[in-house]
């Protein structure tokens, strides 16, 4: 397949991505859906003309599928300041507090995803500049009902004089010692203790669930 037309293939993925979830998010808006609806068929049709099949079947098909058909993949910054802090935000729903992170869109890698997470919930420009590991929520002990993927990045804010503030789903936000963590959200204290010793250089490979 050329540039051109793999190029085509991944601009499809992500409108059929964008289509779905907003279908799946956003069923009772009076405009939404339709909108979500037609790109998902200009998705389809992008998929048809690469592969030759009918626009309307590979529409069918987006329809038909899940919109999650594997494990979900996320990504959490890890961001510590000259002092050795961890950057923590207060999750609205829990009450209970967490690295920066979320799931994943299609279109970008990991470590992508990891630095718009902590932009979106701190605010922060972030450089991802070391990988922590990938972590099985079924290992971690994450409190999910579906099965996810965790990826944890080391990361260097851009501008250490910029300071993080509460955005979107957080209630507050801070820098923390690793002696004065606060109680954190299901399947964070392994990955902060994990993050605190690649950040001091106790470990130096990347975990992964055996």
């Known amino acids: 397949m050329s540039d051109l037309g793999e190029q085509l293939r991944l601009w499809a993925d992500e409108l059929r991505a964008i289509a779905g979830e907003g279908l799946y998010y956003d069923p009772d808006h009076p405009y ?14 992008l998929f048809a003309v690469q592969s ?30 000259g002092a050795g ?13 967490a690295m920066p992170g979320g799931a994943l869109d299609v279109g970008e890698t990991p470590a ?3 630095a718009r997470e902590v932009r979106e919930e701190t605010g922060l420009d972030v450089q991802p500049r070391a990988f922590v590991g990938v972590y099985d929520s079924r290992r971690c002990g994450s409190v999910l ?23 979107h789903e957080t209630t507050d936000v801070g820098w923390f010692q690793e002696r004065d963590l606060p109680p954190l959200h299901g399947g964070h204290p392994i990955r902060v203790r ?9 470990i130096t490979d990347a975990y992964f669930d055996r």
């Open 32 to 45: 939404h859906p339709a909108r979500y609806r037609r790109v998902r068929r200009i998705a389809a049709e």
């Open 52 to 81: 030759g099949e009918e626009a309307l079947a590979v529409e069918s098909s987006f329809a038909t599928t899940a919109l999650r058909t594997t494990p979900v993949s996320g990504a959490d910054g890890a961001v510590f300041d």
């Open 85 to 97: 802090r961890i950057l923590l935000i207060q999750r609205a729903d829990t009450g209970l507090w």
């Open 112 to 114: 992508e995803g990891a």
């Open 145 to 167: 009902a579906f099965h996810l993927y965790h990826f944890v990045f080391l990361c260097d804010p851009v501008d250490p004089k910029n300071e993080p503030r509460s955005r």
């Open 194 to 202: 994990d993050a605190f010793a690649r950040h001091r250089g106790q």
